[in-house]
C-alpha cells in the first residue's frame, strides 16, 4: 500500500525492500553520463589493479535507489534531507537490497525520519544513514 497521509505511517514499519539495478552496464551507463569516466565505474578488472574489489557503484546512484525505495513507499514523499555513510564499496553485478525502517514520526511538521540501508548479498551493510521526508 502506498503511502498518502501521515497518518498512513507507522512508527517502526519496514519499507517494502527494492533491489537496484546495479549490472556493471547500468553503472557504465549512469557514470558516463554523469561524466564520471574511468575504470572503478566500468571494468571489474581494472578497477581491481586500483586496489577496489572489483567496478564500483557510484555513491550518488546508491544515494538515488535509495530515494526511489522511499518514493516506492510514498509517492508523493518530499525528500528533505538525505544523510549517507558509505561504509564499504556496493561492487558491479553484485546483488544488493535496499531497505528502510520507521524511526520517527513528527506530527506537527508532517516530518518522518526512516533508517536507510544498502547491503549486498551477504548481508554485510555497504551504506548506512538517515532520510527526513514530509510526507
Sequence with gaps: ?????????????????FTPDTSLETVKTFASLVG???????DHEAAKKEGLPGAMVPGILSQGYLVAMIHNW?????????????????????????????TDINEDDHLVEIDITVTNAKGETRVFGTATVRI
Design 1 to 17: 500500500m502506498a503511502i498518502a497521509n501521515l497518518s498512513d505511517v507507522e512508527f517502526g514499519e519496514d519499507l517494502p525492500a
Design 36 to 42: 564520471w569516466g574511468g575504470a572503478r565505474f566500468s
Design 74 to 102: 510514498a509517492p508523493d514523499a518530499e525528500i528533505r534531507a538525505i544523510d549517507t555513510v558509505f561504509r564499504a564499496p556496493v561492487i558491479a553485478d553484485d546483488e544488493h537490497k535496499i531497505t528502510g525502517v520507521v
